[in-house]
């Protein structure tokens, strides 16, 4: 599958962003899809997973109540609604397909889109 991040942009702290992830393929609904982020200097690190349904998704603690996933396997699409954005938020986010739930660890995960660069002022 590829897969193909959009939506990221400059926002000012507190405001919102919802990024899009388009999938290829006939067998998106067969994948767990997830958020990662990677900030300069750092680590990749997980922000959100959502199941091949949809029914259950999984968050990162400090995203949590401000960063909703949420996917349409008819459009085989997935989304990250951002919410009250922090300048710690800024980094660059990248989708990513797997076949494991839970899913919190690179590891998990066969497919990497290119990424999206979020930026939030302060």
């Known amino acids: 599958v590829q897969l193909q991040a959009s939506g990221g942009g400059l926002v000012q702290a507190g405001g919102s962003l919802r990024l899009s992830c388009a999938a290829s393929?006939?067998?998106?609904?067969?994948?767990?899809m997830g958020w990662f982020r990677q900030a300069p200097g750092k680590e990749r690190e997980f922000v959100a997973a959502?199941?091949?349904?949809?029914?259950?998704?999984y968050y990162a603690d400090p995203v949590k109540g401000r960063f909703t996933i949420s996917r349409d396997n008819a459009k085989n699409t997935v989304y990250l609604q951002m919410n009250s954005l922090k300048p710690e938020d800024t980094a660059v986010y990248y989708c990513?397909?797997?076949?494991?739930?839970?899913?919190?660890?690179?590891?998990?995960?066969?497919?990497w889109g290119q990424g999206t660069q979020v930026t939030v002022s302060s």
């Open positions: 393929g006939r067998t998106f609904s067969s994948y767990v």
């Open positions: 990513a397909a797997g076949s494991t739930w839970p899913a919190p660890g690179t590891y998990a995960y066969d497919y």
């Open positions: 959502i199941s091949w349904s949809g029914s259950r998704t």
